[in-house]
Nanobody, 124 residues
Framework: QVQLRESGGDSVQAGESLTLSCALAGDLDSSYCMGWFRQAPGKEREVVAA???????EYIDSVKGRFTISKDNAKHILYLQMNNLKPEDTAMYYCAADDSGTWCTDMGSEYRYWGRGTQVTVSS
């Protein structure tokens, strides 16, 4: 069974950086995608960044140039490097994975596996 556990969330000032980690336990099939989502109070969950089946990356416009998604295959950890954080980045951040063979961009939020989230709070 696949389990995901996020860590690294914190309270920071605007302009600072954080790196979120998502530890993967269990095995995913070879065709998988993984993503980082966030949900702010009163808002819908949105995908922030995704690591596609072909290992390409996708980002929403508001984080392009500031966030970087990457995966350490040896350690089975997915990362989200977040630079120049803004108050609007404040949210609960979730890691998700799916190995159905569907591309992340076609997945929406219908990933099979989810972590419990880690809170990021950015103050101005």
């Amino acid at each position: 069974q696949v389990q995901l556990r996020e860590s690294g969330g914190d309270s920071v000032q605007a302009g600072e950086s954080l790196t979120l980690s998502c530890a993967l336990a269990g095995d995913l099939d070879s065709s998988y995608c993984m993503g980082w989502f966030r949900q702010a109070p009163g808002k819908e969950r949105e995908v922030v960044a995704a690591l596609e089946i072909d290992h390409s990356t996708e980002y929403i416009d508001s984080v392009k140039g500031r966030f970087t998604i990457s995966k350490d295959n040896a350690k089975h950890i997915l990362y989200l490097q977040m630079n120049n954080l803004k108050p609007e980045d404040t949210a609960m951040y979730y890691c998700a994975a799916d190995d159905s063979g569907t591309w992340c961009t076609d997945m929406g939020s219908e990933y099979r596996y989810w972590g419990r989230g880690t809170q990021v709070t950015v103050s101005s």
